[in-house]
């Protein structure tokens, strides 16, 4: 099959949810990938780090049995090869369930680098038993490289003592110190993890908060919860410089009152978040160059076809509003396989992606920060509700809130943030309530179950339609 219809760039999220739908369509389907299909967040992201935050979650509920409950619980170790085997195995059997369900569709998986030749033509290079490959597509070429971790001047990553997010998680044993670059949900996940597993944290954030995309309140709920947990959270603050040692990292920090603050940690992640991977693509003999930040950028955010007609883009790639998620990548390879195919497809409406971070506590948003939806010349009403008020957020004691932002007098609901226990769970509801432009009295007629978490998202949009209940 040397002229598919489709020609895939990259074997992640955005790449192989476009070959699985394409070939679902009809489509003969080729998909290049030089490392293992599922990409960054299967192999380094999404999935292994996911089961390392459950097993930090399974040693904070030791804790907290013994000193909340009454149950006399004590941790007598973490066995950290058992703890990475189990994660190994989790990714492991996810890898080949990706790889059986292309095999399933057909969809052909072509082992090597891709380089654009044309606008609708690679080399492949490395491949196994032919070393080169070219190949065609007929009906276009999708373009779904990924990113990797954005790395600082000075700063060399080498796996143990100074490293990125792609390798944090796969470095020796557990350090009693670490150094986190980087407030934003990466840098906050991993601070949450290390912390769980007994070390000292000093947390870095060059902006004025944590979180800086996120809503105000959201960013306020989790400092206050990450530094009653013992991590050090320092917002405003920049590295000065780093010294690498046999023993760790020793670091300068310039902190928001412009004192030097020096920290000495056994491991330095820097977070500061991914760049898009373009080198070795080709992209100018296709007539494609990339934007000053290095994303591919389309000129049809309906199609996601870029300037060349028959080149598409999905993931990392994109720049905003695409916001770099493994599940907006999921949407944007179905919306992609659709136009190939011809089949009418829904734009992807970026604004209503749900964005989570799964640190302890949790926090989970969809839709405009208050602070957006005004900035828009929005008019708007706003409620927030602890989950202290509800009896299920008592029984967890974790602390946290919901907050809806809507139009005022009763109209569209802008945004839902939330921070606290399992609200990853609970923000697909909302995702359905800004998606849909469902006004506070859409919401506010159905009924929530009790006691759950949830309720508080009930309650609140109960008050926003004028019908509060446990709200004063």
């Known amino acids: ?16 949810s476009t070959a699985l739908r394409a070939a679902a369509l009809g489509l003969t389907v080729v998909l290049v990938e030089r490392d293992k299909v599922g990409g960054t967040c299967l192999h380094r992201g999404c999935i292994p780090s996911k089961a390392m935050l459950h097993a930090a979650e399974l040693v904070d509920g030791i804790a907290e049995a013994r000193e909340r409950w ?18 190994d195995d989790i990714v492991a059997r996810n890898h080949r369930g990706v790889e059986a369900h292309l095999a399933h569709a057909g969809v052909r998986v072509v082992a090597g680098t891709a380089r654009l030749t044309t606008a609708r033509s690679v080399r492949v290079e490395g ?3 032919q070393g080169a490959l070219d190949l065609t597509a007929r009906r276009g070429v999708v373009l779904a490289t990924g990113s990797r971790p954005r790395t600082l001047p000075g700063l060399v990553p080498d796996g143990s003592r100074v490293v990125t ?7 020796p044993g557990l350090p009693d110190s670490v150094l986190v670059l980087g407030g934003g949900a990466i840098g906050v996940e991993y601070a949450s993890f290390h912390r769980s597993m007994g070390a000292q944290v000093t947390l870095v954030e060059a902006a004025d908060r944590i979180l800086p995309l996120e809503d105000a309140d959201v960013s306020r709920h989790l ?3 990450l530094k009653r947990r013992g991590i050090d959270v320092r917002t405003g603050a920049r590295l000065l410089d780093a010294e690498v040692r046999k023993a760790g990292v020793r670091a300068r920090v310039r902190t928001v009152r412009g004192e030097t603050l020096a920290v000495e940690a056994c491991r330095l992640l820097v977070a500061v978040g991914r760049t898009p ?10 007539g494609l160059a990339t934007d000053d930040r290095g994303f591919v950028a389309p000129v049809d955010w309906t199609r996601l076809e870029t300037a060349v007609p028959g080149v598409h883009v999905v993931g990392d790639l ?3 509003p695409s916001p770099g998620l493994a599940h907006a990548s999921f949407a944007e390879g179905l919306l992609v396989a659709e136009t190939l195919a011809g089949v009418p497809s829904a734009p992807v409406d970026h604004a209503a992606v749900p964005r989570v971070t799964y640190s302890s506590p949790q926090t989970a948003s969809v839709g405009l920060s208050e602070a957006e939806a005004r900035a828009r010349g929005h008019e708007v009403d706003v409620d927030t509700m602890p989950l202290t008020a509800v009896a299920k957020g008592m029984v967890h004691g974790q602390g946290g809130m919901v907050k809806v932002v809507a139009e005022k007098g009763g109209g569209q609901v802008w945004g839902v943030h939330m921070v606290g226990p399992h609200v990853s769970e609970m923000i697909a509801e909302s995702q359905l309530i800004v998606g849909w432009d469902a006004h506070p009295s859409d919401v506010a007629r159905h009924i929530h179950p009790h006691p759950t978490l949830s309720e ?17």
């Open 318 to 320: 994109l720049p905003p």
């Open 456 to 472: 508080a998202v009930g309650e609140v949009f109960l008050t926003l339609a004028g019908r509060a209940l446990h709200q004063q």
């Open 223 to 225: 400092t206050r919860a």
């Open 165 to 171: 997010s792609d390798d944090a998680l796969f470095a």
């Open 127 to 129: 491949v196994p038993g």
């Open 1 to 16: 099959m040397s002229t598919p219809d489709v020609l895939v760039v990259g074997g992640g999220t955005g790449g192989y």
């Open 277 to 286: 991977v373009t080198e070795g693509l080709g992209l100018s003999a296709a």
């Open 70 to 87: 009454g149950v006399k619980a004590t941790l007598d170790d973490v066995d950290w090869a058992a703890l990475t085997a189990t994660r």
